[in-house]
């Protein structure tokens, strides 16, 4: 199957839409296909590049070796290599070797020093791991600034950072990628359009400029954290064996895996060292959400984290110092949202069976809005829910909207804002589960454009629809948003269901802990 849409940012009239770590643009009136910029692997993926190093006369592999990558290729020595054969999770297992300690004589085997060598092996799988395949990269994030002019997008398992310039007619030109010391969760633009807040999985949250400014000058002044930072990966010890010294065919294998991870991670360091960033504030938890709210002419971050807090802390370079705590959550928050024309107000979801609204700068909890009984009134098996879309705007008519979607549940709930409170006014069923919803004008007034995570062979069932008020019934009504993105399939890697649930469906399982219920 194909990744659906799920990454949707309107600009001007320009939709663009990510589709796994590909990012397409379409036109927002008539849905026809402007520009694709594409992963660049998947534009330099060719046989060519994987050329063993040995061939070109080097002992050590580089990072695009396949002798590291691929320990059955010849090493050059006497035997057949053994036998290998696959598991369920996808590692490649050893088999084990016919005993080679056989008695001369009798032919009697000797089982002592066959644990001997088991006892080996597991101690050197133990200090040397079989690295794991990457994870597929999946654009996480996807923002603009507010003239347009450029476009950040944010892949998660590589952990970069992509800023591109959009010409406002769907062409984008990439300008710089930063890999980032931890894979960030969430993004947001400064007020001014020159800043990128990025908040990692680690806790931290860094800013950075938006346009790369090169490396930075030697000797110039870094910012000292003002919590305790990342701390530093320990660099492996450099082997102090060489091909000289080592002979047998699986030590040398063993040097030849020290040697690709030792290059590798040099890599990375240089990746992450060459570009300005600077570290503004810590949690303790796993960040989750960022926002920027608006007092008295002055933007604050407000960030929520796994372990039920969010917290509001001043701009920089005064970050460190914390305005206040709205806490009231018992599970995990997931989505912040501040509301427009309401610059007092935040709400929040995540973990929890209701959707919270705050006075965030007193640090307030105003009302609450179940969410549950009306996920159990779409799913009457569900005893909990993990919000993953939260959306405010609003409507020419005068009325303030809150939308939610929650994880796997395929309708989209909306909220009338009344003082401070949250009104359920609807229930949109929805032709599969919503993946992402952003808001965007048009000639007859302010629409939703929802991704859904649909059949795509479904007659009348598309993965792109709007959501338009219909002022006779006074509700949302769905209908069809059909793009030219036909040839583009063709371009998409293919995927299974499972692989697909565990990108796209990870709220849950990565942020609600285990046993809490149970506690």
């Known amino acids: 199957m194909k990744i659906p849409y799920h990454g949707l940012l309107v600009s001007g009239d320009v939709l663009l839409a990510a589709r796994g770590c590909n990012l397409h643009t379409f036109s927002i009136k008539d849905g026809s ?61 050893e088999q084990e070797e016919p005993d080679q300690e056989m008695g001369q004589e009798g032919g009697e085997k000797h089982p002592s020093r066959r644990s001997k060598r088991r006892a080996k092996k597991k101690k050197s799988q133990a200090l040397h ?20 002019k450029h476009v950040v997008a944010v892949t998660g398992s590589d952990k ?35 800043t990128i807040l990025s908040a990692d999985k680690f806790g931290d949250v860094f800013s950075l400029p938006l346009i ?16 305790p930072a990342t701390p530093a990966t320990p660099q492996p010890a450099k082997p102090q064996a060489n091909t000289l010294t080592v002979h047998t065919k699986r030590n040398l294998k063993a040097l030849a895996n020290q040697n690709q991870r030792l290059v590798t991670q040099q890599v990375e360091k240089a990746r992450t060292a060459t570009f300005e960033h600077t570290l503004l504030l810590g949690h303790v938890s796993m960040l989750t959400a960022i926002a920027l709210t ?12 796994r372990d039920e807090h969010i917290r509001v ?46 006075d965030w700068f007193a640090g307030a909890l105003l009302s609450t809005a179940d969410l549950l009984p009306l996920v159990c009134a779409v799913l009457p098996e569900a005893a ?30 909306c909220f009338r804002l009344e003082g401070n409170s949250l009104q359920h006014a609807q229930t949109v069923p929805l032709a599969g589960n919503l993946l ?47 793009v030219a993105d036909e040839a583009l399939d063709d371009g998409e890697a293919d995927i299974t269901r499972e692989e697909l649930t565990k990108s796209l469906y990870s709220t849950e399982t990565t942020l609600r802990k285990m046993g809490h219920d149970d506690e």
């Not at 959306?391 to 989209?412: D, K």
């Open 436 to 482: 992402d919803a952003v808001t965007f004008d048009t000639e007859r007034g302010l629409q939703l454009l929802a991704a859904l995570d649909a059949p795509r062979d479904a007659v009348g069932d598309p993965s792109l629809v709007t959501l338009g008020w219909d002022g006779e019934s006074g509700s949302w009504q769905p209908s069809p948003f059909p």
């Open 212 to 227: 790369p400014n090169g490396d930075p000058a030697e000797g110039s002044p870094q910012s000292a954290p003002s919590t």
């Open 313 to 358: 802390s001043r701009p920089p370079p005064q970050a460190h110092v914390i305005e206040a705590y709205c806490l009231g959550h018992d599970e995990f928050v997931s989505r912040l949202c501040a509301v427009p024309g309401r610059p007092e107000l935040l709400v929040s979801g995540g973990g929890d069976d209701d959707l919270f609204v705050w």
């Open 384 to 413: 909990q829910l993990a919000v993953s879309t939260l959306r405010a705007f609003h409507h020419p008519g005068g009325t303030t909207w809150v939308v939610a979607a929650c994880e796997a549940v395929p309708v989209l709930f």
């Open 160 to 194: 970069t950072i992509w800023v591109f310039e959009h010409d406002g007619a769907g062409n984008l030109v990439q300008l710089g990628q930063r890999t980032m010391p931890k894979r960030p969760c969430s993004i947001v633009l400064t007020p001014d359009n020159k």
């Open 294 to 305: 608006t007092r008295a002419g002055r933007s604050y971050i407000v960030t929520g984290d």
């Open 33 to 93: 296909h402007l520009f694709t910029w594409k992963y660049p692997s998947l534009r330099k993926d060719e046989p060519s590049d994987a050329t063993p190093a040995r061939e070109n006369g080097s002992s050590v592999p580089t990072p695009m070796s396949c002798d590291a990558e691929n320990p059955n290729v010849e090493d050059g020595d006497s035997g057949p290599p053994p036998k290998r054969r696959k598991v369920e999770n996808s590692e490649e297992v």
């Open 129 to 148: 791991p079989v690295q794991r395949p990457a994870e597929p990269p999946m654009i996480q994030c996807l923002t603009a600034t507010t003239d347009g």
